[in-house]
């Protein structure tokens, strides 16, 4: 979809009326973007309010030493601080001596829970909607709002409302003519923000804002941008298309042009997500044997890999099942400490876990079978548009 638009650009840029026609129609789009504000740390706020006050600091403990792991997310007291996501909790902790401040562990469960009913109910005000993350998601408005601005923000405004009516938690929210903008004006007032860009103050909007901003624009990427003399996303839109793609190749040269001139035809569309892959099937004889549970099993986990891999789904906890002799049904799971794609992991822990299940039961088995759950989209293909942008 996007080279189509490449390429009309390329060969409109010589008849300027049909450029006009081919912005114009992308830009009878209404995006918006909502965006959870400082969410895991948020949501532990509206279970415990006494801690609403101080800095609160989410952690995923690895579990090897009292403070090894990382900070998951922090609230705004704590990010005065110089708190940030990804940091290291000793680290969060040297930052915060003396401040009062709370640390918790995360709690998925809880964080989806809640999610989940926030998604439901912002699908029910998109014409298309697609989530991208646990707590952001994009709704195209342009039919239900028959392309007006104000009722955009009108509708974005009952929004807000709505979220911290049913849970409690502000977000915000950028509204524009497409993802690019709309994710970009979320992020620009936060937290409890809301920013509308109508296509004609794009320009101005993005022209002063630093070209990290921009999906794709990481820490090397910025370092080379300056290195030609862009700063901002406005000097990234003057900059020659044609030098732009001598540094960075074609497509990531073409994005980055597109992008920092507020063009982007990407769709906001569904992306079907299962709750759970499984497969179950039964022994060739019923027995208490590890070996032959796990033959059946290890190609379980193969197929299972397959499945996830076309989803570009990593999964976060891992079932096994067992139907025993007298067809009752058994089952054990485990919560792995991260998020992974590897069937090496899968396997192992199919193995450790049937492994322990023997030792505490004395049946005969006759099926078994393996589940994965608790997906999150794989980072590196979390953006359909910036898919082939090298991370960094
Ligand atoms: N998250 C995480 N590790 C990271 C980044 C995020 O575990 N490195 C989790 C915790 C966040 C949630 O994902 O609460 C959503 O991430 P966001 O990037 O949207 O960040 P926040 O919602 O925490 O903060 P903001 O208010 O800036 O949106
Ligand atoms: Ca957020
Ligand atoms: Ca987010």
Redesign the pocket.
């Known amino acids: 979809m996007s080279f189509v638009l490449f390429r009309l650009e390329k060969n409109v840029n010589h008849h300027p009326q049909l450029l006009v026609l081919v912005r114009s129609h992308l830009q009878d789009r209404i995006v918006m973007l909502v965006?959870?504000?400082?969410?895991?740390?948020?949501?532990e706020e509206t279970r415990n309010p006494s801690i609403r006050d101080k800095p609160v600091v989410?952690c995923?403990y690895s579990g090897r030493s009292e403070d090894s792991g990382?900070?998951?997310?922090?609230n705004?007291a704590a990010r005065k601080f110089g708190v940030r996501?990804?940091m290291p909790i000793g680290l969060a902790k040297q930052k915060l001596e003396n401040a009062d401040a709370v640390f918790l562990p995360?709690d998925d469960a809880f964080?989806e829970d809640i999610s989940k009913r926030i998604m439901s109910f912002l699908r029910g005000y998109a014409d298309s909607f697609e989530q991208v993350?646990?707590?952001?998601a994009y709704l195209d408005v342009s039919r239900r709002i028959k392309g007006s601005y104000e009722e955009a923000a009108e509708l974005a405004r009952r929004i807000k409302i709505e979220i911290v009516t049913s849970d409690g938690l502000t977000c915000?929210i950028g509204v524009g003519p497409n993802k690019i903008v709309a994710k970009i004006a979320s992020?620009i007032h936060?937290?409890d923000g809301l920013t509308v860009v109508k296509p004609q103050q794009v320009t101005e909007f993005f022209s002063p804002l630093s070209v990290d901003r921009l999906i794709g624009v990481g820490v090397k990427t910025t370092e080379k941008m300056r290195a030609l003399g862009i700063n901002t996303i406005g000097d990234l839109a003057k900059h020659d298309v044609q030098r732009l793609i001598d540094v960075f190749g074609k497509k990531v040269g073409l994005y980055f042009h597109n992008a920092s001139s507020g063009v982007d035809n990407d769709p906001v569309q569904e992306r079907a997500e299962a709750e759970s892959v499984s497969r179950i099937s039964t022994l060739k004889e019923d027995t208490r044997e590890l070996r032959l549970i796990i033959e059946k099993t290890d190609r379980q986990c193969k197929e299972i890999e397959a499945e996830l891999k076309q989803g570009c789904l990593t999964f976060k906890t891992v079932t096994i099942i067992a139907i025993m002799k007298n067809m009752s049904v058994r089952s054990r799971s485990k919560s792995l400490e991260n998020k992974t794609s590897s069937v090496d992991v899968l396997i192992k822990t199919v193995y450790e876990l049937f492994e322990k299940f023997l030792e505490q039961s004395d049946l005969e088995i006759r099926r078994v079978g393996v589940k994965v759950s608790g997906f999150a989209r794989d980072e590196k293909s979390q953006q359909q548009l910036t898919s082939f942008i090298e991370k960094d």
Do not use: C, N, R, W
């Open positions: 965006d959870l504000d400082y969410f895991f740390a948020q949501a989410v995923v990382a900070v998951s997310t922090a705004y996501s990804g995360v964080y993350g646990i707590d952001e915000s992020d936060k937290p």
